[in-house]
């Protein structure tokens, strides 16, 4: 049954006249003055499903347009702008509105789970910092923060979205041109200064035309639905400058009404016929373990053509409950679509075939770990032992996927190693960082610091290189205990996180995991028994911190950030107990 009041209808799928067009734009700034001929756009709905906001595409760029002749006034043309990247029309039409003014717009994130208020507030200054920004944008519930984080820095004008559009007075705008910068990407995944990837024009215009065109294959009747946050960019790239380059309808749910009520997001997708979404693996396994909450005929999940996985690695198994869960209203587990890429790429490096099985290989991880090749596991490998990696397609066209071995020679099929990448959508550094630049490149080629390998043309990821804990010359993959560690009862989804620290005679695993309420000697038993879990999947002894929920550090796109939280362990600020001083004692412990 629709849920949406009288007053206000979305934007429709279909354009009426409005040919649908996937040939290559120049700028964005062409592309949405294409998509402005058409009746679709993007609808923004709140936590009862109502559409609380929405324009078309055509509205969208009257109000950037207009709004543009107000920044050219104030900013010099190439001036950065950090705008506070909130799932809104206001952020939209900032974004759009610096590129008809020829301005550098900065996305940062709301103040989701990044270590607390100071974590948020030092994210803020230092990508302010990196990105030289001229001003720092966001709605009027964070202005405080963004004057708090920034009250340092001179010459940053502080306003929020609704003083913004007041500004006077006015002047012609210049929009950006084929050759000029589009936008600075930051990550805050990362323990030192977050690094500003900067998209060109011609960077992000190539990525956009080969994810339209060939890998999601945009049909007239497509309709997109995201929860996804626009300061990532599988959120602003995938789901807020694609819909829009290939003209299509975009229904939005903010990120954290999705974390409160996971099945909105396909209940929405089923009202209004949505047949493309993305998630990381997370998103899908909440929606599955919620799944029994949904109301008779409230889902109809028949018309999605594409449920799109990347954002990180993927889990089989999410997959697997997600299809189970939702099959029976109709959701077909062909619509999976298993991808590649990075921020900077733009978004995008492969892609599967749209309709195609999730191809998962089976691997021997003793085998791997030991000798680096991803051996087929067998009938006796022990399901400890036993790990599934997605294949997730080949490279888009005019793009191109090497895997390295140590010495620099690429690697064949089933032998893992560093992956590297070139093309049209790659970036061409950090804004304001040549050092890291030069670290980013060889040659032609991207470092993309991920590890995986190729097999029959397609590839996979095996986990990021920094993350590899290498203890007595075996090779041990956090993400193998941590999923481990997550089936042990008392221990929350998703609240796991394992890395190494040197405590001066050689590398000792650390699992850190977030309990649920209980006892004192239930904890004591919970601790005993991820003791043995890591034991058995890994083959080493560990330390294990037990911290209260919500104690993980997430990056802004929702990952868990590892080298944050061993920043927190390192620094005694778990609950539990091992404060630094302790942290020798604990580790010797673990030895025994």
């Not at 734009?25 to 609380?52: H, I, K, M, P, S």
């Not at 906001?53 to 347009?65: C, D, H, I, V």
């Not at 003014?101 to 990044?114: H, I």
């Not at 990407?185 to 323990?191: A, C």
């Amino acid at each position: 049954m629709p849920f949406l009041p009288d007053t206000m209808k979305p934007t429709p799928t279909l354009n009426a006249r409005l040919p649908l067009r996937l040939e290559q734009f120049e700028t964005l700034t062409d592309a949405l003055d294409y998509a402005a001929q058409g009746e679709t756009g993007c609808n923004f709905f709140n936590l009862r499903g109502e559409v609380y906001a929405q324009f078309s595409y055509a509205a969208l760029r009257g109000e950037a347009k207009a709004l543009a002749r107000k920044l050219a006034a104030r900013f010099e043309r190439g001036a950065r702008i950090a705008l506070v990247a909130e799932t809104s029309p206001d952020f939209l039409v900032a974004f759009f509105a610096c590129q008809y003014a020829g301005l550098v717009p900065a996305p940062m994130p709301l103040p989701v789970n990044l270590g607390g208020k100071d974590g948020y507030l030092t994210q803020v200054r230092l990508m302010a910092q990196g990105a030289k920004a001229s001003a720092a944008i966001g709605p009027a519930a964070l202005k405080d923060f963004l004057i708090a984080a920034l009250e340092n820095e001179s010459g940053v004008d502080i306003l929020d979205y609704h003083q913004m559009k007041a500004l006077e007075p006015e002047t012609d705008a210049v929009a950006f041109g084929p050759d000029d910068l589009c936008y600075i990407q930051y990550s805050s995944g990362s323990t030192s200064a977050p690094k500003g990837v900067i998209g060109t024009q011609k960077s992000v215009n190539a990525n956009l035309h080969a994810i339209t065109k060939h890998g999601l294959k945009l049909r007239p009747d497509d309709r997109a639905a995201s929860w996804l946050p626009l300061y990532h960019d599988m959120g602003l790239i995938g789901f807020a400058l694609a819909p829009m380059y290939g003209q299509r309808t975009i229904d939005y749910l903010a990120t954290s009404d999705f974390v409160r009520r996971p099945l909105l997001w396909l209940r929405l997708m089923s009202e209004h016929k949505a047949t493309i979404t993305y998630s990381p693996s997370f998103g899908y396994e909440l929606a599955a373990r919620r799944s029994s909450k949904a109301e008779d005929g409230a889902l109809d999940l028949s018309h999605v053509r594409v449920a799109g996985i990347g954002g990180d690695m993927v889990r089989p198994e999410a997959l697997r409950l997600f299809a189970e869960a939702f099959a029976p209203v109709g959701f077909d587990a062909g619509a999976f679509l298993p991808s590649y890429g990075m921020a900077e790429a733009t978004l995008a490096v492969s892609f599967t075939e749209i309709g195609a099985p999730v191809d998962v290989d089976y691997v021997d991880m003793r085998h791997y770990n030991r000798s680096g090749v991803a051996q087929p596991a067998s009938a006796v490998t022990s399901p400890e032992h036993r790990r599934g990696f997605v294949l997730c397609g080949k490279p888009l066209p005019d793009h191109a996927i090497e895997v390295r071995g140590e010495n620099g020679d690429t690697l064949q099929d089933r032998e893992a190693g560093r992956i590297f990448i070139k093309g049209p959508s790659l970036t061409p550094g950090y804004y304001s960082d040549p050092d890291a630049t030069a670290r980013l490149y060889s040659g032609e080629w991207l470092d993309t610091g991920d590890m995986g390998y190729f097999l029959n043309g397609e590839v996979a990821i095996t986990g990021r290189a920094k993350d590899l804990i290498i203890i007595n010359g075996r090779n041990i993959w956090p993400q193998d205990i941590e999923w481990a560690v997550e089936k042990v009862d008392g221990v929350r989804q998703g609240g796991v996180a394992a890395f190494s620290v040197d405590d001066g005679n050689g590398e000792r695993v650390i699992v850190v995991a977030e309990r649920r309420g209980m006892s004192a000697e239930a904890l004591e038993h919970v601790k005993r028994e991820i003791a043995k879990t890591v034991q058995t999947a890994a083959g080493a002894p560990a330390v294990v911190v037990m911290a209260k929920p919500h104690s993980m550090v997430l990056t802004s796109s929702g990952k868990l950030s590892r080298a944050k939280v061993k920043q927190k362990f390192l620094a005694g600020e778990f609950d539990e107990a091992i404060a630094e001083a302790d942290a020798p004692k604990a580790l010797a412990e673990a030895r025994v």
